[in-house]
């Protein structure tokens, strides 16, 4: 016992580790969980090869279910226990507080991953604060009243639908006001609780003031479940929102031509040779979630991959930090272009995005 013991510590030690507080359970699992699993199951195809730098990368995941306390928990444990080389985030925006302060008290870089990128990982970024994260502030709102824009055959009349947490409802406050310099009118804007019981009252309100389209950016539960229920209410209009892990698997479940979603992720169906591994190594790890769940997690994988490459062995968080301030990470098709991160910019340096939709006369989804 006492051998197997020091044989434990000896591993971890021998061991690039990294620390992952995330919404494993809970109401809003479904949009965090895949994330982890996948980097996950990338981690340990990376490892099965011979890890990085000749050592295996151990990643350690506690549950924070989206509460701010349990992630408080958590950043502490895995900063004095683990002594890990990174922190990463993977919950809702409600949990960043504690575990930013636990990252500057530390000096352990923050990573988000699969988790909303917040504005300090934008120019000039916080010097611990990186994101890898399809979404993010302000840009996705560029892009999507752009397109509405782009498509509107009559003047616009927007309404608008967040959660009410930090990052999603100031997203919707920035995009109410962006909408008016595009010659928008914004006509109704409604905050729904993390995750609502019944979104008929907010969806009642969006119908009764007559938009023709709305744009929401939320969880995907808050987005979607509006948007049903505003069509239950015989709403018309179209409807635009952000493309998270399950909106390909969506799109072909609620059949609405007008529905619209906006990413910067690939597809499955755009069939990348990176598509083919993807789908390999979630047989191999017998993933439950669908293949088009898991590209955000494959992502943070080649990122996690790249920064520990070049971070060099031994390792310290100090000289992952500096890994993470130069670095570019060739997304192999999974993004419209490589993931670069430097000193004053911790979100990337371009950022390319696609709208798709359901098309019922071909019966499948297509890029718009």
Same mark, same amino acid.
């Given at each position: ?16 580790v990294v620390g992952v507080s995330a919404a494993m359970t809970g109401p ?81 870089p923050l990573y988000f991953a699969g988790a909303v990128c917040p504005k ?72 729904? @609780? ?143 272009? @490589? ?20 098309? @019922? ?8």
């Amino acid at each position: 016992l006492a051998l197997a013991t020091a044989f434990q510590a000896a591993t971890a030690q021998d061991a690039y580790v990294v620390g992952v507080s995330a919404a494993m359970t809970g109401p809003v699992a479904g949009g965090y969980a895949p994330v982890v699993e996948a980097m996950k199951a990338y981690i340990e195809h990376v490892n099965a090869k011979g890890g990085i730098n000749g050592k295996p990368v151990r990643i350690i995941v506690q549950d924070d279910q989206a509460q701010p306390s349990r992630a408080a928990a958590n950043a502490k444990k895995l900063t004095a226990q683990d002594k890990v080389l990174m922190l990463i985030n993977t919950s809702l925006s409600s949990t960043y507080a504690p575990m930013v302060g636990e990252s500057k008290s530390t000096g352990v870089p923050l990573y988000f991953a699969g988790a909303v990128c917040p504005k300090e990982a934008y120019p000039p970024a916080d010097a611990l604060q990186f994101c890898s994260t399809a979404f993010g502030a302000n840009l996705d709102s560029q892009a999507a009243l752009g397109f509405v824009k782009a498509q509107a055959k009559e003047p616009v009349r927007i309404g608008f639908a967040a959660m009410a947490i930090p990052i999603s409802r100031g997203e919707i406050d920035y995009a109410e006001a962006l909408s008016r310099t595009l010659g928008m009118t914004p006509v109704e804007k409604q905050i729904s @609780p993390p995750p609502a019981p019944d979104y008929t009252p907010f969806a009642t309100k969006l119908n009764d003031a007559k938009p023709n389209w709305v744009y929401s950016w939320a969880p995907w539960v808050s987005q979607v479940r509006t948007f049903e229920a505003m069509r239950r209410l015989g709403w018309k209009g179209k409807y635009i929102t952000w493309a998270h892990l399950n909106a390909e698997e969506e799109l072909a479940r609620i059949k609405d031509g007008d529905f619209y979603v906006l990413g910067t992720n690939a597809f499955m169906e755009d069939n990348l040779p990176l598509h083919a591994e993807m789908r390999a190594i979630a047989h191999r790890a017998k993933l439950d979630y669908p293949v088009s769940y898991l590209t955000e997690g494959f992502v943070a994988g080649l990122v996690l991959e790249t920064v520990l490459k070049n971070t060099g062995w031994p390792a310290t968080p100090q000289k992952v930090l500096a890994a993470m301030n130069s670095l570019k990470v060739d997304m192999k098709g999974l993004r419209g272009g @490589p993931l670069e991160w430097t000193p004053s910019n911790h979100f990337r340096t371009r950022q390319q995005y696609r709208v798709w939709r359901w098309d @019922p006369a071909a019966n499948k989804v297509v890029r718009m």
